[in-house]
């Protein structure tokens, strides 16, 4: 049977799979889990064969075996890493963009769509106080939003210290895993920088390692990193400082707010971001706290003409998309883009920002009422109070092996998924609430198997 033909199969399977992504919408996810590869090939076997196996049948493995080995990032008691909770309206979305084979790398094929996606863009970068000339892209992950910028900003750097042989990124010791990533992939420095007792950076701190550095050698900072949220306990750097002291040295200022600059929509925590305006690039993840599916980061520039220079690829047959339109693929590291950033607007669009608000602060509050129940949990104690909706915590009298051993019953028996993490080299626990379902029941919950 030809593979591109709208047949009565076709139709009957397009009726099982909506029906299936209703229920999925609609039902109480399941926890569920992971098994290893030999019990999932014990069931399954080999799926990919010379005659197929029918979409029916292909179906059935999915939604029978292969998705129930696969932890819903969406439970209301998955509070692990960073998990996810989209909006309905943003994963029925989701739908369309896949159904519809949209183009989102340049103007001429997308401009409808990338003209949706820019006015989610512009929601992002006015709640951060960016001036109108800021723009950017919805690429795969703020790991490649972190790279992409810090990319841009060194090719500004070049220009400005064209003399310059050896670079370094500044950031904070606390400061996300991908600023080290980028910083290898560059063949850069990474210039590490003690936060204070406050575990922030300010720009006393972050001015005078600077001055150190490059008073004492070749090695020449050209971005300056600050983390808008940081993705184990939520502490926000002193922006307003480090911003100061990054400009008055002509560096780029970044601000990596992959899971908190969501909360710039949140009136109760709109200052904690004060500075975040000087950002000369930021990025913030919808798929993290702002509702949206996988896999989305915003990544916007003040200066976009800088991104555009340095990430506009050049082709023989790519000439022709080059003209003053606003070509998605030039503001980062990618050419061939699905339009990411869809699901995330038309939910934006359809509730409005309103309700955005709304959910972020339950998420907020959610968390206030956790840290409360935590400080009066006789085992427990509370690392630190959450700055945005991570709230951090001990069992007195446990080893790193006891919390272990405790995560995984939680999840064999199906209550929550909280993989330990550790602060200081001890270990700990942490709830990470982006998710409006998530109920003070849910938190009580799990605290009482503790
Ligand atoms: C999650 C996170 C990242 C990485 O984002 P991905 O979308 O997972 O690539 C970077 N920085 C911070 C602060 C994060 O929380």
Request: overall charge negative; glycine content about 6%.
């Amino acid at each position: 049977m030809p593979i591109h033909n709208f047949t009565p199969e076709v139709e009957a399977l397009a009726q099982e799979i909506l029906a299936y992504s209703l229920h999925r919408l609609k039902d109480d996810p399941p926890l569920d889990g992971p098994r290893t590869a030999e019990d999932l090939f014990n069931e399954v076997g080999n799926t990919i064969t010379a005659k197929g196996l029918g979409g029916h049948e292909a179906l059935e493995v999915f939604t029978n075996v292969l998705a129930k080995a696969c932890i819903s990032t969406d439970h209301p008691r998955n509070l692990a890493f960073i998990p996810s909770a989209p909006t309905e309206y943003s994963n029925l979305f989701d739908l369309v963009v896949g159904a519809s084979s949209l183009y989102g790398g340049s103007w001429q094929e997308g401009a409808g769509a990338v003209f949706a996606e820019n006015q989610a863009l512009r929601w992002i970068a006015d709640l951060a106080g960016l001036p109108q000339s800021a723009g950017g892209v919805f690429v795969q992950g703020g790991t490649n939003g972190n790279l992409s910028a810090l990319v841009a900003a060194r090719a500004d750097a070049r220009k400005k210290f064209p003399n310059t042989s050896r670079w370094a990124i500044a950031c904070s010791a606390e400061a996300h895993s991908s600023i080290a990533s980028a910083a290898h992939i560059m063949d850069v420095e990474l210039l590490k920088i003690e936060p204070g007792a406050d575990r922030k950076i300010h720009g006393d701190e972050v001015g005078a390692a600077i001055d150190k550095l490059h008073a004492t050698s070749e090695v020449r900072v050209f971005a300056v990193v600050a983390t808008g949220g940081t993705t184990n306990l939520g502490i926000i750097d002193d922006l307003e400082t480090v911003g100061a002291a990054t400009h008055a040295r002509d560096i780029w200022f970044h601000v990596d707010g992959a899971y908190g600059l969501a909360a710039l929509c949140a009136p109760s925590v709109r200052a904690k971001f004060n500075g975040v305006e000087k950002a000369d690039s930021l990025i913030v993840d919808p798929h993290k706290w702002l509702f949206a599916p996988f896999d989305a980061c915003a990544l916007i520039y003040r200066n976009p003409e800088i991104a555009k220079e340095t990430h506009t690829q050049h082709a023989s047959y790519l000439e022709t998309l080059h003209d003053d339109s606003w070509s998605p693929s030039d503001y980062a590291i990618h050419l061939t883009r699905r339009v990411r950033g869809l699901p995330f607007w038309f939910s934006l669009a359809a509730h409005g920002t309103d309700a955005y608000t709304e959910a972020m602060e339950e998420t907020l509050n959610v968390a206030h009422s956790a840290a409360d129940l935590v400080r009066a949990h006789p085992n427990l104690e509370l690392v630190m109070e959450p700055e945005l909706s991570i709230v951090a915590f001990k069992r007195k009298g446990w080893k790193a092996a006891d919390y272990q051993k405790w995560s995984n019953k939680l999840l064999a028996d199906q209550i929550g998924f909280i993989p330990p993490s550790s602060d200081k080299g001890e270990a700990i626990l942490r709830f990470a609430i982006v998710n409006p379902w998530t109920k003070v029941s849910d938190i009580s919950m799990i605290l009482d198997t503790l």
